[in-house]
């Protein structure tokens, strides 16, 4: 029974798939629909998903010029009784045949990711740019990220890559390397595994008590004597006077 149903299960998804996708190669298709068959705009558009007004010009000869049709009977997309249905009446909508073959699904792939050959000579720069701005990243996350090499990121770390003198820190996302998406998920992972220290919250403002607190070392209040300039003159000459009898 469980055989049964996963089969079962199995054939629902291609039929699902076959009827919501476009036959191989829609263009070529459609030019052979519209030289062999009597369907319409519209029945050659839905079934290759195209635009009835891009068929229009298909038939007009304004676009598709060169394209060699391709009969979707001989590569089993669609049967003589489908397209017979189809030219007698015009409300049918054609139906895409479920593929005979069936591709096992492909198995993640473990290992650095794959970059093009065209954009392998920018990943020392995307490497550069991701340990000066995420110097939280782990060597495996860059890696993940650029699709290179523990070795290379040591160099580039360590500024000894053969073009370190040439190297500018470039963002990843620009370079097309990786998605933003990506790039945010493996530094909002990066956060959660190294949290910031609590000990120490950065620079902030000193409280008001402390910036409004009297200085220990002021001198008290002066009192009204010290303030007294009468007094402070009368003193002075006291002690002119005694100075002169002294002298005498």
Same mark, same amino acid.
């Given at each position: 029974?469980?055989?049964?149903?996963?089969?079962?299960?199995?054939? #629902?998804?291609?039929?699902?798939?076959?009827?919501?996708?476009?036959?191989?190669?829609?263009?070529?298709?459609?030019?052979?629909?519209?030289?062999?068959?009597?369907?319409?705009?519209?029945?050659?558009?839905?079934?290759?998903?195209?635009?009835?007004?891009?068929?229009?010009?298909?038939?007009?000869?304004?676009?598709?010029?060169?394209?060699?049709?391709?009969?979707?009977?001989?590569?089993?997309?669609?049967?003589?009784?489908?397209?017979?249905?189809?030219?007698?009446?015009?409300?049918?909508?054609?139906?895409?045949?479920?593929?005979?073959?069936?591709?096992?699904?492909?198995?993640?792939?473990?290992?650095?990711?794959?970059?093009?050959?065209?954009?392998?000579?920018?990943?020392?720069?995307?490497?550069?740019?991701?340990?000066?701005?995420?110097?939280?990243?782990?060597?495996?996350?860059?890696?993940?990220?650029?699709?290179?090499?523990?070795?290379?990121?040591?160099?580039?770390?360590?500024?000894?890559?053969?073009?370190?003198?040439?190297?500018?820190?470039?963002?990843?996302?620009?370079?097309?390397?990786?998605?933003?998406?990506?790039?945010?998920?493996?530094?909002?992972?990066?956060?959660?595994?190294?949290?910031?220290?609590?000990?120490?919250?950065?620079?902030?403002?000193?409280?008001?008590?402390?910036?409004?607190?009297?200085? #220990?070392?002021?001198?008290? #209040?002066?009192?009204?004597?010290?303030?007294?300039?009468?007094?402070?003159?009368?003193?002075?000459?006291?002690?002119?006077?005694?100075?002169?009898?002294?002298? #005498?």
């Amino acid at each position: 029974m469980t055989t049964g149903f996963a089969s079962k299960g199995v054939g #629902e998804a291609q039929r699902r798939f076959a009827m919501s996708n476009a036959p191989l190669m829609p263009k070529a298709t459609a030019v052979w629909l519209l030289d062999n068959t009597a369907l319409t705009f519209d029945q050659v558009a839905d079934f290759t998903k195209m635009h009835p007004l891009e068929v229009r010009a298909i038939a007009d000869g304004d676009a598709a010029q060169g394209i060699k049709g391709m009969d979707p009977l001989s590569n089993g997309q669609l049967t003589r009784e489908e397209i017979e249905k189809g030219e007698k009446n015009p409300d049918y909508r054609l139906r895409l045949q479920e593929s005979k073959v069936v591709l096992p699904p492909q198995p993640k792939r473990k290992g650095p990711r794959y970059t093009p050959v065209s954009r392998r000579h920018e990943r020392p720069s995307a490497i550069l740019w991701l340990l000066r701005n995420h110097a939280e990243l782990k060597d495996a996350q860059i890696m993940r990220l650029v699709g290179t090499t523990k070795s290379t990121i040591a160099s580039v770390r360590d500024r000894t890559h053969w073009n370190t003198s040439q190297l500018t820190p470039i963002d990843p996302v620009t370079l097309g390397l990786c998605s933003q998406i990506e790039l945010d998920f493996e530094v909002a992972r990066a956060a959660k595994e190294k949290p910031i220290d609590a000990a120490y919250g950065g620079a902030t403002l000193l409280p008001a008590s402390e910036t409004t607190k009297k200085d #220990e070392f002021e001198p008290a #209040e002066r009192s009204s004597d010290d303030l007294n300039l009468d007094a402070v003159f009368a003193k002075l000459k006291t002690l002119g006077g005694k100075k002169q009898d002294e002298e #005498e």
